[in-house]
């Protein structure tokens, strides 16, 4: 069947020791659609494409039951703090 | 029967610059599809009238050649699900808006139409989700990677630089 939001979550901690993880099952519970919002060192002087590619690689084995993932900030910790200082009124997790 | 066929490579692809005609080097492109198409075993639709005849007959034509072509020829390529006119997606429906911003053409293969080639375009791109945009030859990522390369102003660069050379 589908994969849990907790399923996602570890499997992106044990890979990428998040200092944020944000994970949104967008699928309205089936579990095959995910929004993801993750900020890791490990994200440092790596592209977009890069930093897609090395999550998409740690979620392979979920892929296969998630239709959808959308990958919405892979960001390094610089540039997560950078953001939240420019946009304050966003809510912090 | 070749209509047909070529219809079976022209189904899903959207381009101003494509023909039917089998005269150009896009015709030549058809054949190396039919010549594909028609290797299925036990296919009753196949007939002797459609073994390539060219040169390619003993070349290992491949879909992954068909994508390269794809983004070879075409400034812009979009491996989506539905067409332009009518995403079936709405990851795919966000990338043909975000593209769509910059009024260059657009070229796309609706993957939903034939599966050998949606796996052909993940092997190929090793990138496991659609849609998929290619710009000159690069690939780019799916929408998540447009919508913030065009909030970002990357996509704009990208976009500049001509395939024409």
């Known amino acids: 069947m589908g994969v849990t939001k907790e399923q996602v979550e570890s499997a992106l901690r044990s ?16 579990g095959a659609s995910f929004k993801v919002e993750i900020v890791s060192e490990q994200f440092e002087g790596k592209r977009l494409l890069e930093r897609h590619r090395m999550v998409n690689g740690a979620l392979a084995d979920e892929m296969k039951d998630i239709h959808a993932l959308s990958i919405t900030k892979v960001l390094t910790p610089d540039q997560w703090n950078k953001q939240q200082q420019s946009q304050t009124s966003q809510p912090v997790a | ?13 959207r381009s101003m610059e494509y ?7 896009s015709g030549s492109f058809l054949q190396q599809r039919m010549r594909f198409s028609s290797s299925v075993p036990n296919d009753s639709d196949t007939h002797d009238d459609f073994k390539p005849t060219n040169k390619l007959e003993n070349s290992e034509i491949t879909l992954k050649d068909i994508v390269e072509q794809d983004i070879k020829d075409n400034h812009v390529m979009l491996y989506m699900k539905g067409d332009p006119e009518q995403p079936r997606c709405g990851f795919s429906s966000l990338a043909v808006r975000v593209l769509s911003e910059y ?23 090793m990138w496991p989700t659609f849609p998929q945009v290619f710009i000159n030859g690069e690939f780019i990522g799916g929408s998540d990677i447009i919508l913030n390369m065009h909030q970002n102003g990357e996509l704009k660069e990208k ?4 395939s024409s050379e």
């Not at chain 1, 890979?15 to 089936?30: I, M, N, Q, R």
């Open chain 1, 15 to 30: 890979k990428f020791s998040p200092s944020h993880l944000e994970v949104v099952d967008t699928s309205g519970g089936c």
């Open chain 2, 159 to 162: 976009l500049k630089t001509s």
């Open chain 2, 1 to 13: 029967m070749a209509r047909a066929l070529s219809s079976m490579l022209l189904k899903g692809f």
């Open chain 2, 19 to 25: 023909s039917r005609t089998t005269a150009s080097a």
């Open chain 2, 103 to 125: 009024r260059v053409p657009i070229h796309s293969r609706n993957i939903l139409e034939d599966p050998e080639l949606k796996n052909a375009v993940k092997a190929f791109s």
